[in-house]
């Protein structure tokens, strides 16, 4: 794999693991709040590798990407949207496919409400949460209300059990340990402004381009309520519900994800 570095609007520092074949359709991963691009190591290893250009991006204060001490960095505002414009651009992807994964989905949403659908094949949308703060509050799982609140914790013991009990809940117990770390090497003070982030996803009932909503029946973390909405929301949407599947599709089931993400990217 190739590490990119981009330097977003605001001179934040943005890291791109790049894997796949360069000359393939592009597909853009957007991973999850306190995750990073490691949690699509399934795609990078298996056969979406050898068709397509795979992309995934450390949002910012994640992963190998930079941690601006600002609070406002993370809040509300137009650096998410524009991080995704400038690794698009930076990085020539045309006709990309973005895959938003839970707060990866509302970062695919900000990137649409503020830059439109140009250049854009089409989205997968994975266990995402396009909407946030009070406009989420409905599509909470249990597990989000039961372990949320810990990792925004003051206590750092009371933030590592959060983020282990959460890593656990979201399905696969493969790489728990790895998701703990991604977690708690987020700055408190960045985890705390994305959670009081608030959207409410409307820029999707524009999405012009096609999109594939994956989403667990199981997942304990966004309720499949939210794949209701985006089902009611996104004019050109091909819903796929996945029995006895939690919150993270593409490593629970990898083989399956992978296909419908393949057979979507080659017709859209």
């Known amino acids: ?138 599509y909470l799982g249990p597990a989000a209300k039961a372990h949320f609140p810990a990792i925004l914790s003051d206590d750092p013991a009371t933030q590592v059990a959060g983020a282990r009990a959460l890593a656990q809940a979201i399905g696969k117990q493969e790489g728990v340990e790895m998701a703990v770390a991604d977690t708690l090497s987020v700055p408190l003070a960045a985890r705390r402004a994305m959670m009081r982030r608030q959207g409410d996803g409307a820029a999707l009932a524009a999405f012009d381009r096609p999109a594939l909503v994956v989403h667990g029946r199981a997942d304990g973390v966004i309720l499949p309520a939210m794949a209701e909405w985006l089902a009611d929301t996104l004019p050109r949407r091909h819903v796929h519900l996945y029995d006895s599947v939690g919150h993270a599709p593409f490593a629970e089931v990898a083989p399956r994800f992978d296909a419908d993400v393949a057979a979507f990217a080659r017709r859209v």
């Open 1 to 138: 794999m190739i590490l990119h570095q981009v330097t977003a609007a605001d001179g934040t520092m943005l890291a791109v693991v790049e894997g796949g074949v360069p000359e393939g359709r592009p597909l853009l991963f957007l991973h999850g709040f306190g995750q990073s691009h490691r949690a699509f190591r399934a795609q990078f290893s298996g056969p979406l590798a050898a068709e397509f250009r795979l992309l995934a991006l450390d949002l910012r204060g994640h992963g190998h990407s930079g941690r601006p001490e600002s609070a406002d960095a993370y809040g509300d505002g137009p650096h998410w949207g524009a991080d995704v414009a400038a690794v698009r651009r930076a990085l020539g992807a045309r006709d990309v496919v973005l895959v938003g994964w839970s707060y990866g989905g509302a970062v695919l949403a900000d990137h649409v409400a503020a830059f439109g659908t140009d250049g854009i094949a089409g989205a997968v949308f994975a266990g995402a949460c396009p909407r946030l703060g009070k406009a989420a509050a409905p």
